[in-house]
Structure formats: structure tokens, C-alpha cells
């Protein structure tokens, strides 16, 4: 599996660039429906907060991106993969506008 993730593709970026913010993503999202069930009352008094908080999640989710793409730029030298991490990351800041702006 790291042999893999060691090659300067941009397959290997793209895959990396969508599934850790993925999967951070899902971990956030988990984390508030536990809150919420345990404490259904947090959503009496604000009944859209899930929508304010989905979009700040996926901003959240972004934040890796950054370090696995420095980590393969400057550190392993793979042009190829630190590319398309950053191709990635801007389709994900566009997801991120058209939640907070669409929502």
C-alpha cells in the first residue's frame, strides 16, 4: 500500500487530495450527530445550525490537504503528485463557496 502512495502520478494526488478531507469530513460530520444525540435540545433554539456548521466542516476538512501537499513537494520531490493534491484542493474550496453561499 505505501508503494503505492510513494509514485509522482497524478492519480495518486487526486486520490489523496479527495479522500483525507473525505474521510475528516465524515469523522466532523459523526462527531455532530453524536453531539446532537445526545442532545437533541442543542437544535430547538437553532434549527438551521446544521447548515451553518456542514460548509465550516468542509473547510476544516481541507486543512490536511496542505501538509500532505508540502509534504510531497518539498520533501519527496513528486511534482506530479503535490499537483494534482492542488487540483483537488481547489475543487473542494469551490464545493466549500457553493455550500456556504447555496445553503
Request: charged share 15%; hydrophobic share 60%.
Amino acid at each position: 500500500m505505501m508503494e503505492k502512495l510513494r509514485r509522482d502520478s497524478y492519480g495518486v494526488g487526486i486520490i489523496l487530495g479527495m479522500l483525507v478531507p473525505a474521510v475528516l469530513f465524515g469523522i466532523l460530520y459523526g462527531i455532530y450527530m453524536l453531539v446532537v444525540a445526545a442532545n437533541p435540545q442543542m437544535l430547538v433554539n437553532k434549527p438551521n445550525l446544521t447548515h451553518v456548521l456542514i460548509p465550516d466542516f468542509i473547510l476544516i476538512a481541507l486543512i490536511p490537504n496542505v501538509f500532505i501537499m508540502r509534504y510531497y513537494l518539498l520533501k519527496l520531490k513528486f511534482d506530479k503528485t503535490g499537483r494534482g493534491i492542488l487540483a483537488i484542493t481547489f475543487l473542494w474550496a469551490i464545493v466549500f463557496v457553493a455550500a456556504q453561499f447555496l445553503l
